[in-house]
């Protein structure tokens, strides 16, 4: 079965850190390139961080810059958000996303919540 299932969501205070993760099952992990999305109640769901299949080349919202890396281990198929410095304004569910020329597979999503 083709998955990607996120987790490492939860509740924190601002300025803490979280790590999210998102774990790949049936396929070729290393081809595909992998996002992180997340949708805020009310808004649209908007981009977050990408990372190519090597990991060489990442790209990031300019909302998240310096705050989130985005990293992978395709010997895990794993790839992670790591979300420092947040704020409230990043509560949101997170979204988990792998792109190749023939699939686009979206995970179920993670809770994040930041109190301020």
């Known amino acids: 079965q083709v998955q990607v299932v996120e987790s490492g969501g939860g509740l924190v205070q601002a300025g803490d850190s979280l790590r999210l993760s998102c774990a790949a099952s049936g396929l070729a992990f290393s081809i595909y390139n992998m996002g992180w999305y997340r949708q805020a109640p009310g808004k649209e769901r908007e981009i977050v961080a990408t990372?190519?299949?090597?990991?060489?080349?990442?790209t990031y919202a300019d909302s998240v810059k310096g705050r989130f890396t985005i990293s992978r281990d395709n010997a895990k198929n794993t790839v992670y958000l790591q979300m420092n410095s947040l704020k409230p304004e990043d509560t949101a569910i997170y979204y988990c996303?792998?792109?190749?020329?023939?699939?686009?597979?979206w995970g179920q999503g993670t809770q994040v919540t930041v109190s301020s």
């Open positions: 990372i190519s299949g090597s990991g060489g080349t990442t």
């Open positions: 996303n792998a792109v190749s020329f023939a699939r686009n597979i």
